[in-house]
């Protein structure tokens, strides 16, 4: 009878994983945590639960800034370095539906308002004739690094 209870175990133990293995597939960063931190984000219907995490999955970001919109739905509209640097993004995404599915839109943006600050940063730097260290602050470190 033990042995059963045993080869039961191992059976959830083993359907637990796959489960968590096709999350972390649907969203690789889910990769960078633990099958127990994995389990606290799955298993919690607040958003809010991940920003604990955030600083595992992306380098170097301390946060999302999430914000609850007029219809009470929560917005995430920016991130934040550890260094405090904030990055607005171009387009506001929503914490809606399956985590690895907004955390993926999540990161398309973050790709695509780093694309288009690093092409605005080369534009501005040849464009307008100001000292460097003006253009050096009206953007963020990496974007300066990148452009």
């Known amino acids: 009878d033990l042995q059963g209870l045993v080869a039961g175990l191992d059976n959830c133990q083993k359907s637990l994983n796959d489960y968590l293995d096709t999350k972390r597939n649907a969203f690789p960063r889910f990769f960078f945590i633990s099958d127990d931190e994995l389990l606290s984000i799955l298993g919690s219907s607040d958003p809010k639960c991940v920003q ?54 999540v990161l398309a943006e973050m790709r695509v308002t780093n694309r288009f600050l690093t092409k605005k940063a080369i534009f501005d730097y040849g464009k307008v004739r100001r000292p460097r260290t003006d253009w050096i602050l009206d953007f963020q470190g990496m974007i300066c690094l990148g452009a």
């Open 52 to 105: 604990e995490h955030i600083i595992k999955m992306f380098d170097n970001v301390d946060k999302l800034r999430m914000l609850p919109d007029h219809l009470n739905r929560m917005s995430i509209t920016a991130m934040v370095s550890t260094e405090g640097e904030l990055l607005e993004f171009k387009n506001i995404q929503y914490a809606e539906g399956k985590v690895e599915t907004w955390m993926s839109t």
